[in-house]
């Protein structure tokens, strides 16, 4: 059974670092293309970042380049998401999911992502 659980959210000041968690059961996370997604309050769903599987190549949304950095652990089956710099915009609820056919992540495309975490709440505020 594939799952998605997320964690490593909580509360920063401007300017400020977390690192988030989503760890995987029921697939290898280096086998396929994995996506963190946001969704702040009275806003759509935003892709983030991407790593895809095998090569580990990693896609950045405009927003968050030179910020963030996405990385994998294989032994853990682990993604993360390294979150440098941080400000108000990024205050979101911040998911994870898998892409099963390979065709949404690199693009940061929510649809055709598919066994979406809980999700996270980063809230950066001073």
């Known amino acids: 059974q594939v799952q998605l659980v997320e964690s490593g959210g909580g509360s920063v000041q401007p300017g400020g670092s977390l690192t988030l968690s989503c760890a995987a059961s029921g697939f290898n996370v280096d086998a396929y293309n994995v996506g963190w997604f946001r969704q702040a309050p009275g806003k759509e769903r935003e892709g983030v970042s991407c790593?895809?599987?095998?090569?580990?190549?990693?896609v950045y949304a405009d927003s968050v380049k030179g910020r963030f950095t996405i990385s994998r652990d294989n032994a853990k089956n682990t993604v993360y998401l390294q979150m440098n710099s941080l400000n108000s915009e990024d205050t979101a609820v911040y998911y994870c999911a898998v892409d099963p056919y390979g065709s949404s992540c690199v693009f940061l495309n929510s649809n055709g992502m598919d066994y979406w975490g809980k999700g996270t709440l980063v809230t950066v505020s001073s």
């Open positions: 790593i895809t599987g095998g090569s580990g190549s990693a």
